[in-house]
């Protein structure tokens, strides 16, 4: 089936140091794969963080990157500086070109930052 | 940026209630979704709606459940009765299009629903 496979947290990083929060997919029903990240501030809505349509490409936000790898069936998120307003809840979506809204979403990271 | 609003934020109601959960999308959206996220589980889609309908829903979306958007007013999920399995945290998104590739869903910061 279709599902989202992300890194399992909590995790912690210090302040101005790196980082990577994985995400793999399957998508044996979706022609046409769409990911997504999505990011939820403590007190607020999931707002979309980056997306990319198309294998290969990728999308990058406020300092965060994600390649799309078709091969690898990944998505990872990361950034190579980190800042303590970064602390949040991370979620890795897979989404169908051709289906309205409908996202498959990983089980969410959340991360802290150690100032 | 456009909010989606949810109100309340959580709910407490007894088992075989009804309870409606109001979603204010963002004004000019035209399509509308509930996603449910049980309790250390991931976040998963229940419908979506448009043009008063139901265009897709889940299998997590059973009889007892309903969507409507009267007027143009709140979008609502009612749950008529309500059962224990049904205590989760329930997300309203809306999109200004939705068969339109990676469209960019807004989502509410969700209700909280406790069924005892």
């Known amino acids: 089936g279709d599902s989202v496979t992300q890194t399992e947290g909590p995790v912690t990083v210090s302040e101005s140091e790196s980082l990577i929060i994985n995400c793999t997919y399957s998508a044996t029903s979706i022609a046409y794969p769409n990911l997504f990240w999505y990011v939820r501030y403590p007190g607020e809505g999931l707002q979309l963080l980056l997306k990319v349509i198309t294998a290969g490409q990728k999308g990058s936000s406020r300092g965060f990157e994600a390649t799309y790898n078709k091969e690898t069936t990944s998505f990872h998120l990361q950034k190579a500086s980190v800042q303590e307003s970064d602390s949040a809840v991370y979620y890795c979506a897979l989404g169908d070109r051709y289906n309205q809204g409908k996202l498959i979403f990983g089980q969410g990271t959340k991360l802290s930052i150690k100032p | 940026g456009p909010k989606v609003l949810q109100i309340p934020s959580h709910q407490i109601i007894d088992m075989g209630q009804m309870v409606t959960l109001n979603c204010d999308p963002v004004s000019n959206h035209l399509y509308f979704y509930w996603y449910k996220q049980i309790l250390g589980q991931q976040m998963e889609f229940l419908v979506n709606?448009?043009?008063?309908?139901?265009?897709?829903k889940s299998k997590l979306f059973k009889d007892q459940f309903s969507v409507e958007r009267p007027d143009g007013s709140y979008f609502t999920l009612k749950i008529q009765p309500t059962a224990l399995e049904d205590s989760a945290v329930y997300f309203c998104?809306?999109?200004?299009?939705?068969?339109?590739?990676?469209?960019?869903?807004?989502f509410g910061s969700g209700t909280r629903l406790t069924v005892l």
């Open positions: 709606f448009y043009n008063g309908k139901v265009m897709e």
């Open positions: 998104a809306s999109s200004l299009e939705g068969g339109q590739s990676a469209e960019t869903l807004y």
